[in-house]
């Protein structure tokens, strides 16, 4: 794991700082590598305004603990730009730019169309960039070299994709051994409990999504909302309101068998 593989390449670099431990190690090691950052390298943090609060803190902290700008954006259909700037106290907390890009699409994004990646993190800070006037620019992706099957050249000409974690071979152990020793030392990590940024992303498994409704039912009612606002549902086989009905009367054990919900012997799960 050498700090050669995390040296800025030549042009204009964007660094995607998703908000996680992954994401976070490689902005450490990119910043061990080559100190202050120069002008022509930006952090980027896109902000669905579902994030968890404590991904909100981690963002912030990394930013004051290893003086570096972050620059937060979001999605804003308001704007000529469709996107704005915001920052740790002005970032929205309760769904805003998600609710109004389903407002604006009448639609529910679900597994097989991600539109809420795509519209949410990835076009506002393209448009961020393009805005600053960059035509062309490296993109650091924290992809480890256990996830290889993850890595994928750009769709686009202007955008070269670069995977400093899979390049010096980063494996999921080093990144929690190295937070492990964060939060000895400086009692620092992203205090987190759920298996992602996204309260309840319809990406989870339907046990996390069993535990943060016990968890965090009033987080989790917001996709109920969603899903009788649209009459549609983000996930293929249940609603929000039915997994959250399951959890009060059964409690999570019905989670830990996959054919309670899925009747895989019927031919019906495509995994």
Not at 93 to 120: H, N, Q, Y
Not at 156 to 174: C, G, H, R, S, T
Not at 213 to 227: F, G, N, Y
Request: one cysteine or more.
């Amino acid at each position: 794991m050498t700090s050669s593989a995390y040296k800025l390449p030549e042009g204009n670099v964007l660094i995607s700082f998703s908000g996680g431990r992954t994401s976070g190690y490689m902005l450490h090691q990119i910043l061990e590598a080559n100190g202050d950052l120069p002008e022509r390298c930006k952090v980027i943090f896109a902000n669905t305004g579902r994030e968890m609060p404590e991904t909100l803190d981690f963002v912030q902290e990394c930013s004051e603990r290893w003086s570096v700008s972050i620059i937060w954006v979001e999605f804003d259909e308001e704007t000529d730009v469709q996107f704005t700037t915001v920052d740790y106290k002005t970032a929205s907390r309760d769904g805003e730019p998600f609710l109004s890009l389903i407002k604006k699409d009448k639609r529910l994004p679900d597994a097989v169309r991600r539109f809420c990646t795509r519209r949410l993190k990835i076009r506002p800070t393209t448009k961020y960039l393009q805005n600053l006037g960059w035509k062309k620019w490296s993109n650091a992706v924290g992809i480890r070299a256990d996830e290889a099957r993850r890595i994928k050249p750009s769709p686009v000409q202007y955008i070269n994709q670069w995977f400093p974690l899979a390049n010096a071979e980063v494996y999921k152990p080093d990144i929690m051994e190295f937070w492990g020793k964060q939060q000895l030392a400086f009692g620092f990590d992203l205090q987190l409990s759920t298996t992602s940024n996204c309260d309840g992303c319809f990406l989870k498994s339907e046990a996390n999504l069993a535990a943060m409704w016990r968890s965090h039912p009033e987080r989790m009612q917001w996709w109920v909302d969603m899903e009788k606002q649209i009459n549609a549902n983000f996930r293929h086989k249940h609603s929000y309101a039915q997994l959250g009905d399951f959890v009060k009367r059964q409690g999570d054990w019905i989670f830990n068998d996959e054919a309670s919900l899925c009747q895989v012997d019927d031919g019906e799960c495509m995994d």
